[in-house]
């Protein structure tokens, strides 16, 4: 039987762990002991959290656009997945969709799905282009769907992976590096002051 340390579970089902232990007071979901006295939490708990039956594997197809304001986008979207899903005569029976970027792997919905990939409650997830799961890393989420009995389906229309965003994540790249080698910078200018404090000779 698989089991999950509270900080694990607590990430499967976007949960903290205070959550967790407030629950576990309130009877909501008690945790399980070891000999140890430390609490744990079994699959089939993490299959009731999440709403799956055991008897049943679902089809589940994901959208996503980066902002609000592409609400239009996740429309037109929608509907290629669903038209795509209807002519390939894939069965769907849960339709996610999700506004959040696609470097954030925290995103809510993104975060339920791999928990019921890893509870094997999903047997295909249709999406429109690969970046709309994320925008990289992608061999690795192929590989844990695979793992996982989890058919990947990718329509792999570009028209529905709006350039935008791509120019957004590549900024959000260059700017997170740039305050890295910055801040990089100003520590070794640090460093170099604290030998010079320590080592006046040195100069």
């Known amino acids: 039987m698989q089991t999950y340390r509270p900080n694990e579970f607590a990430k499967l ?3 903290t762990t ?9 009877g909501i979901l008690k945790a399980h002991r070891s000999p140890t006295n430390r609490r744990f939490y079994t ?9 799956v039956k055991a008897s049943k594997r679902i089809a ?5 656009v980066s902002s609000h304001g592409q609400k239009d986008d996740l429309r037109t979207q929608q509907r290629a997945v669903a038209d795509f899903c209807i002519h390939a005569g894939i069965a769907i029976d849960e339709a996610v969709t999700e506004i959040g970027g696609g470097l ?12 019921l990939v ?13 970046d709309r799961l994320a925008r990289f890393g992608m061999d690795w989420f192929e590989h844990f769907l695979e793992q ?8 792999n229309n570009e028209a529905l992976s709006p350039e935008s965003e791509m120019v957004q994540d590549l ?6 590096f740039s305050c890295r080698l910055y801040g990089l910078r100003d520590y070794k200018k640090l460093i170099k002051e604290a030998v010079i404090h320590e080592n006046p000779d040195s100069v």
């Open 13 to 15: 089902i976007a949960k």
């Open 18 to 26: 205070n959550t967790l232990q407030r629950w576990d007071r309130e």
């Open 43 to 51: 699959h089939d708990q993490l299959s009731e959290i999440l709403g």
């Open 60 to 64: 589940l197809s994901y959208c996503r």
């Open 104 to 115: 954030n792997l925290k995103r809510k919905q993104f975060v339920r799905i791999m928990a």
């Open 118 to 130: 890893e509870s094997r409650a999903i047997h295909t997830l249709v999406i429109a282009h690969k």
């Open 148 to 155: 996982h009995d989890c058919k990947l389906v990718v329509i």
């Open 171 to 176: 900024m959000a790249i260059v700017h997170c």
